[in-house]
């Protein structure tokens, strides 16, 4: 009996002084091996993965509507509306000045009534009070007139409208207000949505600039002036579903898109003046092959890309 007491108390003792050594050896070593509370893992360590975004539905991230379907493509009932131009113009070339008188039948095919319209004005850019002539730097750019002092912007001459067929076909003047290089021309009467025509008709001339902002100028050479003519007629602003009117203003840099229509351009009759001198020959990009033929007395060259 006197053998398994002895064998019990010498494990007990021995326990005591293991735990003892591991309690020195814990405090000889630190923190390491003692308790302690758990430490943040830093930022520049943490995993970024999140599971909502790694299986979100990241193709479709808008819903779909009516007019446009989750993946952007055109849905059951979109709408698109159209402005069809009709342009008398003339060019005096004696002092670089286009004048013109345009009707554009404007189609509101959209779920809206229209109280206003919005149309581009970029030859405004040329103004010394533009909005892009403010952020052009002092050094110069090719986003502008390249310091050229000059009467440059849009003079409007007439704004009105026509509506109606027949005997109730009406031509008034109507309201309307610049700003920068946009115009909102005030209906007397809403557009109607969902196929609503109106013929908004605009007088205008401007002189042309020397250098415009890559787009156009004057170039003399010995054989007379070579007029590269860009942006020249006001033009409606897209009226769309995302967005509404679409009337962010020109600044030199950047592009339009436009709606869709027909395009009727053609001199302005013989007895008004100024008119396009004879000896000119007019060339414009249309599609795939040179021609050119003579129409009315003027040479009219066509270069097709």
């Not at 600044?251 to 013989?270: C, K, N, S, T, V």
């Amino acid at each position: 009996m006197r053998t398994p007491f002895l064998f019990f108390f010498a494990f007990f003792i021995s326990l005591f002084f293991v735990n003892a050594a591991l309690s020195q050896e814990r405090e000889r070593r630190g923190p390491r091996f003692a308790m302690q509370k758990k430490q943040e893992t830093p930022d520049s360590l943490k995993s970024k993965y999140k599971y909502t975004e790694a299986f979100a539905n990241g193709f479709y991230s808008n819903a779909g509507s009516p007019t446009r379907s989750a993946s952007g493509k055109p849905g059951h009932d979109y709408w698109q509306n159209q402005a069809d131009y009709n342009i008398a113009v003339t060019l005096d070339a004696s002092q670089n000045k286009i004048f013109g008188n345009e009707t554009i039948t404007y189609t509101n095919n959209s779920n809206d009534s229209l109280e206003f319209l919005w149309l581009q004005l970029d030859q405004n850019l040329f103004e010394d009070s533009s909005r892009g002539n403010a952020i052009i730097p002092i050094r110069g750019s090719r986003n502008g007139a390249r310091g050229q002092s000059f009467d440059g912007g849009y003079k409007i001459s007439s704004v009105s409208v026509t509506s109606g067929k027949g005997r109730k076909k009406k031509t008034s003047s109507v309201r309307y207000k610049i700003s920068d290089t946009r115009m909102k021309v005030y209906l007397p009467r809403p557009l109607k949505a969902r196929g609503g025509k109106i013929n908004l008709n605009i007088g205008f001339s401007f002189t042309s600039p020397d250098y415009g902002s890559d787009r156009m100028g004057v170039l003399e050479t010995k054989n007379g002036k070579l007029f590269t003519v860009a942006q020249w007629y006001p033009r409606m602003c897209v009226y769309d579903d995302l967005n509404g009117w679409n009337t962010l203003p020109y600044l030199g840099a950047g592009e339009f898109y436009l709606e869709y229509g027909d395009f009727d351009i053609h001199q302005a009759p013989r007895f008004l003046k100024p008119c396009l001198p004879v000896q000119f020959s007019i060339g414009s990009y249309l599609g795939d092959g040179p021609r050119e033929h003579i129409h009315h007395g003027f040479q009219w060259q066509y270069v097709f890309v």
